[in-house]
Each structure stands twice: as structure tokens, then as C-alpha cells.
């Protein structure tokens, strides 16, 4: 009788380690399960842009670095290009027969850019230095690097509401130049590779469109290149 006990409690051990065993084994074969992670933002409210007045001033300046929501003139873009991502014009670009604001990139790659002040390839050859210096290391023309930033204007999109995962699956088209930005558009963005962007994707809302506070420009009220935009930026970390 005890061997028929001892063999009935050995059978029923062997059998539990049977069923204990092939639980973890299929444990182990099972697809490891990972949390999705959220995509953070930056962002950065009342950031201004001035048209092609403020190129050379330090205080206004027609440049801003997106990863980092500041102003920024000529002069800094040529100490640190790679940190201009996006520039303000006001005027006629791609033959437009009006004149309006635009948002580009530093440099436009599909584009063999014409640096000629008068007859150029608009907005790009506006930017040149001080009126007694036009050919300054600080023109744009002369930037050791200029970023390709890709612009492209949304509709359709609440920038308010928008989160990081749903901005990291936009795709931006290759485009350079958003033209006639006004109060209300967004501009969807993606940063250079090789500048301190390192492609990372974003959003730009037009929240204002304003003179130059300046008492000293009162005489240019509503002259668009001595305006300045403001902007709201969420950019992916």
C-alpha cells in the first residue's frame, strides 16, 4: 500500500512540474509587451519675426531658431547657422504679382539660389548685409551652412489641441518656403538633420501681424517688411 501512495504522489508531482514547466516556457515565448511612450513637445508662445528690416538688428532680427524659440539676426546666423531654422520676407516671391509675408528655410536644396540682390532669386537674395557692407561674412549668401528646414502651410490641424504623437506622424513635404503666412495658419515643419534641430518635426501658428513698437518707425506703419509676426511653436523633443 505505501508503494502504491509513493508512486500516486510522485505521479501527480511529475505531472505539476509538467504543467509549471510548459506554463514558463510559453511565458518565454510570448512577444514581450512594451508600453508605448509619449512623444513630449516643447513649446514656445510670443516669439517674434520681423520682416527683412529686421535682418541685420539684434534686438528684432528676421530669423528664428525653432529648437530653442528665439529672435535672431544675420550676424548670428553666420557666429551659428545652425541654429537659424526658419526667416521672415514680406514682398513678391515665385512671381507673385502681390507682395506678402513668407516663412523659408536658410536654403532651399531643389533650388540653385541666384544671390543677385536685384533679379534674384527672392526671398533669399534680400538678405544681404548693412546697406555700406552688402557682401558682409553675415549675409546670408555666405553662412557656411544653411539649414533646410521643410515648410509646408496645414489646414485642418487645431495647433492647440495637438500632441506630440500626432505631430511625429505628419509627414512634411519637400517644400521650402510657406507663402502668404497670415493670422491663423500653421505651418508644419521639419528641422535639418544636420543642424541642432536633427530633424525633428513641429508646428508654427501665425498669432499676430503687427508694427514695429518702435516710436522711431511710426513712418512705417503698415509696411510689411518693418512688421513682425508673431508666432507659437510646438516642437518634438
Not at 506703419?221 to 518634438?236: A, D, E, F, M, S
Request: aromatic share 10%.
Amino acid at each position: 500500500m505505501w508503494k502504491v501512495f509513493s508512486e500516486t504522489i510522485t505521479l501527480i508531482f511529475n505531472e505539476n512540474m509538467k504543467k509549471i514547466l510548459f506554463l514558463f516556457l510559453a511565458t518565454l515565448m510570448l512577444p514581450a509587451v512594451t508600453e508605448a511612450k509619449s512623444v513630449k513637445l516643447k513649446q514656445f508662445n510670443d516669439v517674434y519675426i520681423f520682416g527683412q528690416s529686421g535682418r541685420n538688428s539684434q534686438k528684432k532680427g528676421s530669423a528664428v531658431s525653432l529648437t530653442m524659440g528665439v529672435t535672431k539676426a544675420l550676424e548670428d546666423g553666420a557666429n551659428d547657422p545652425k541654429d537659424v531654422d526658419v526667416m521672415c520676407f514680406f514682398g513678391k516671391v515665385n512671381h507673385s504679382k502681390v507682395k506678402f509675408f513668407s516663412l523659408f528655410s536658410p536654403e532651399d536644396p531643389n533650388q540653385n539660389i541666384d544671390w543677385e540682390k536685384d533679379g534674384g532669386t527672392s526671398p533669399w537674395c534680400k538678405f544681404e548685409g548693412k546697406s555700406s557692407e552688402p557682401d558682409a561674412y553675415y549675409a546670408l549668401k555666405n553662412w557656411k551652412h544653411r539649414n533646410h528646414t521643410k515648410l509646408e502651410k496645414l489646414d485642418g490641424i487645431d495647433f492647440d489641441s495637438a500632441t506630440g504623437e500626432q505631430i511625429d506622424a505628419l509627414t512634411v513635404s519637400d517644400s521650402y518656403l510657406a507663402e502668404n503666412v497670415t493670422v491663423g495658419d500653421v505651418i508644419l515643419f521639419q528641422t535639418d538633420e544636420k543642424g541642432y534641430g536633427k530633424g525633428k518635426k513641429g508646428l508654427i501658428k501665425i498669432v499676430a501681424i503687427e508694427d514695429d513698437p518702435d516710436p522711431k518707425k511710426a513712418d512705417k506703419k503698415g509696411q510689411g517688411q518693418y512688421q513682425r509676426l508673431t508666432l507659437n511653436i510646438k516642437i518634438v523633443k
